[in-house]
Nanobody
């Protein structure tokens, strides 16, 4: 089992910045692809950003150029740096990890952290 714990969610003004962190309970080096999703009230959960074990990132079109996903394997932590935040990006942000082996694929989710963008 993998436990993911997000932190960093807060109330921020439009145009502001925030950094989320996701700490994993196990080593994430070499075997976990990780990422961030978000879910706004009344909407489906959507992809925000992912990062592979080799550091290759992928972003939703709506956040490209404003969000940066990174990982620190030594700290077993993934980050999401968010800037120029918009009110419509108010949501619960979830950390996600996918472990792929020869035999299995396992997905893990954190409990989420609330990000509120409002003046």
């Amino acid at each position: 089992q993998v436990r993911l714990v997000e932190s960093g969610g807060d109330l921020v003004q439009p145009g502001g910045s925030l950094r989320l962190a996701c700490a994993a309970s196990v080593s994430i080096s070499n075997i976990y692809n990780m990422g961030w999703y978000r879910q706004a009230p009344g909407k489906q959960r959507e992809l925000v950003a992912t990062i592979t074990t080799t550091g290759i990132t992928n972003y939703a079109d709506s956040v490209k150029g404003r969000f940066t996903c990174s990982r620190d394997n030594a700290k077993n932590t993934v980050y999401l740096q968010m800037s120029s935040l918009r009110p419509e990006e108010t949501a619960v942000y979830y950390c996600y990890a996918r472990r792929v082996t020869v035999l299995t694929t396992s997905d893990y989710w954190g409990q989420g952290t609330q990000v509120t963008v409002s003046s």
